[in-house]
């Protein structure tokens, strides 16, 4: 089952490319698969579910649940966003969390298998920069893409890579959730393989120009080093640099044309049409959506309702989305189902901070970086978000937790079946 794991997580980068199927990786159709014989093999504790699934089966049923509190006509759209929420919670969270678990496999472990995968996912990146900045085509031409339809990004004259997705900022979501894996495995083998994914993944990471990425990354290494040092210094330090941060990006023209003119027109409210389909148009409907029903209006009612002229949510949205996995989540389920999903988030997270150790910190950034850019990504069948929180939850459990942090193998004894 190892190689198994190990290929899952060498596969995560392909999010659109080699996939037959539009809404789903080529990783989760191995994901589903292999899944009866993960069930089936005896494992360790703890077993398949853990005591905080039961908050997230909650969240599942109310989402079901709250069809009736809005009441329109249940379609194939409303259908389909409940499958999807339940096959990623389903098979991209406790069918992975099995796979590491009957694997018998260390952080350091997953650290080598994410060094692989980012190595390709920076060589896609890499080879789509190249080819449709000098060669005029891009490596969806070459190579099957489970869509037909590419948005075009340009930053300082120069095409964005869409790398083995669609768009540039996903490749983004993907460091976030694999390098934190590499660079601990960096920090504890700096071997060949180890130096070759920090030196590819630099590039990579530069030529994608995700600000999201740069946000998320910098907000969860921020919060890390708040909490560990608890000292008003720290807490300063973070206050003005954040600020400061934005100001350069707005004032100075190259960090502006890099990614400030995006702060620049999410800020730009005086100026804003809310009926325009964008990030902050999506925000201002979700939350009024949420206000008027806050007890949910169900899955994917936004993506039925936004699709079907004449409609209170598509005059909103003019056929658009929201565009972010927290408020879909917010609108959909409501406060009771966000609440039990996202103690979920803050458990883990919080438990990873309070264990000692330099893999729970690196665990902990790959979990609340991916968390933070999903307020900006809705696209729940991404497995990064999952693998993140998988790996968290195998971290913080007993009696395996222990081992899977060791650095050492001949120091921590494998746990017994």
């Known amino acids: 089952m190892r190689y198994f794991l190990y290929a899952y997580i060498i596969l995560i980068p392909f999010l659109h490319a080699l996939s037959p199927v539009p809404i789903q990786t080529i990783g989760f159709i191995l994901l589903v698969a292999i899944s009866p014989f993960v069930l089936l093999t005896r494992g360790i504790e703890p077993g398949v579910f853990l005591r905080q699934d039961i908050c997230l089966f909650i969240t599942l049923i109310w989402g079901f649940v709250a069809w009736w509190l809005y009441p329109v006509p249940i379609e194939m759209d409303r259908v389909q966003g409940g499958v999807q929420w339940l096959s ?74 869409r790398g083995l997705t669609v768009e540039a900022g996903f490749n983004g979501i993907i460091f976030e959730c694999l390098a934190p894996f590499s660079v601990y495995y960096f920090l504890k083998n700096r071997n060949l393989l180890s ?24 907000v969860s290494i921020s919060l890390l080093f708040l909490i560990k040092s608890r000292s008003f210094f720290s807490l300063f330090f973070v206050a003005i640099f954040v600020p400061s941060l934005v100001y350069m990006a707005l004032s100075n023209q190259f960090l502006f044309d890099l990614f400030g003119y995006k702060i620049a027109d999410f800020l730009d409210i005086a100026n804003y049409n809310v009926f325009a389909v964008g990030r902050q148009g999506s925000l201002l409907v979700g939350i009024q959506l949420f206000l008027e029903n806050i007890l949910g209006i169900g899955w994917g009612t936004v993506l039925q309702e936004a699709t079907i002229p004449g409609t209170a949510i598509d005059y909103s949205l003019d056929g ?44 902990f950034v790959s979990l609340v970086a991916v968390s933070l850019h999903h307020i900006f990504v809705y696209d729940l069948w991404f497995p990064m ?22 650095s050492d193998n001949r120091r921590t004894a494998r746990p017994k079946s």
Do not use: C, H
Request: aromatic content about 12%.
């Open 88 to 161: 990623s919670v389903v098979f991209s969270l406790i069918i992975v969390r099995k796979l590491i678990i009957i694997s018998r496999v260390t952080i350091e472990d997953i650290g080598r298998a994410a060094s692989l995968a980012v190595i390709l996912l920076s060589i896609g990146i890499i080879a789509d920069f190249y080819l449709a900045n000098i060669e005029g085509v891009r490596l969806s031409d070459i190579i099957p893409y489970s869509v037909d339809k590419f948005p075009e990004a340009e930053v300082l004259g120069l095409q964005r890579p």
């Open 195 to 218: 130096i070759v994914a920090i030196a590819m993944a630099s590039l990579g990471g530069i030529l994608i120009f995700s600000l999201s990425t740069i946000f998320a990354v910098a």
């Open 320 to 363: 658009g989305s929201l565009i972010s996995l927290w408020l879909e989540l917010l609108v959909a389920t409501g406060i009771i189902g966000f609440g039990f999903f996202a103690y979920v988030f803050v458990k883990n997270a919080k438990g990873l901070v309070e264990k000692r150790g330099r893999a729970s910190d690196f665990i």
């Open 385 to 406: 978000i999952w693998f993140s929180l998988a790996v968290a939850q195998v971290a913080l459990s007993r009696p395996y937790g222990p081992y899977f942090l060791s």
